[in-house]
């Protein structure tokens, strides 16, 4: 089945940037998403990416697509402590089916 | 934000026992999904609906069920509570699925649950 695999935990100081890696199996995936989750509260939506583009800018986030290594990457600019928070890549492949990998837990030091 | 509300937001109850979670949106949505969350597994997808009436199992669907009898309720409920069920639950909605849409999910705050 679909695997959605990204490293648990990163820790960065603020003003840097924070990459965040995440590798997927389905090469069928039509879509890859990016979501944040604050504690104690459900999962919002960052930013995607279309299966057919290797990058995409949204002001401080960047996602990097590189289809044939099945590698998705977020990007964001000048972190801030308000960027703390767990940050889940997923991949969409079927109406509206999504499988999530473990999520990577973002610490922003002052 | 997304109208999704879940209730109980927070639960306790004991092994054997029925518990039922509910997921009620505003918008008219056509997709709906229950999810679960537990440390080291990220969201693990129960049971998803595509319409009234129209349901199908995810991944970890072994003891539970699901009802869809309205476009915007859609509940999940656990036969027998087991403490393997102890987790929290999100419940999630879409429009489009990928058929003309990005297939974004929104989620609700999630429910959380724990089987003494």
């Known amino acids: 089945g679909e695997d959605v695999e990204q490293s648990l935990f990163l820790s960065v100081r603020e003003g840097d940037s924070s990459v965040i890696n995440c590798t997927y199996t389905?090469?069928?995936?039509?879509?890859l998403y990016w979501y944040k989750q604050e504690p104690g509260a459900g999962l919002q939506l960052l930013t995607y990416?279309?299966?057919?583009?290797d990058m995409k800018q949204d002001q401080r986030l960047t996602v990097l697509l590189n289809k044939k290594d099945k590698h998705l990457s977020l990007r964001i600019a000048d972190t801030q402590t308000g960027d703390s928070a767990i940050y889940f890549c997923a991949e969409g492949s079927r109406a509206g089916k999504s499988t999530f990998g473990d999520g990577t837990t973002l610490t922003v030091k002052p | 934000d997304a109208g999704i509300t879940q209730s109980p937001r927070h639960k306790v109850t004991e092994t054997g026992t029925p518990v039922t979670l509910r997921c009620h949106q505003t918008?008219?949505?056509?997709?709906m999904y229950w999810y679960r969350q537990d440390p080291g597994h990220g969201l693990r997808l129960i049971h998803y609906s595509y319409g009234v009436k129209d349901t199908d199992k995810g991944e970890v669907s072994d003891g539970y069920s699901v009802s869809r009898s309205k476009t915007e309720d859609f509940l999940l409920t656990l036969e027998s509570a087991t403490s393997s069920q102890t987790s929290v639950y999100f419940c999630?909605?879409?429009?489009?699925?990928?058929?003309?849409?990005?297939?974004?999910?929104?989620f609700g705050e999630g429910s959380r649950l724990t089987v003494l």
């Open positions: 990416i279309f299966s057919n583009m």
């Open positions: 918008e008219n949505h056509r997709y």
């Open positions: 389905d090469s069928s995936s039509t879509y």
């Open positions: 999630a909605i879409s429009g489009t699925g990928l058929a003309g849409g990005t297939g974004e999910l929104f």
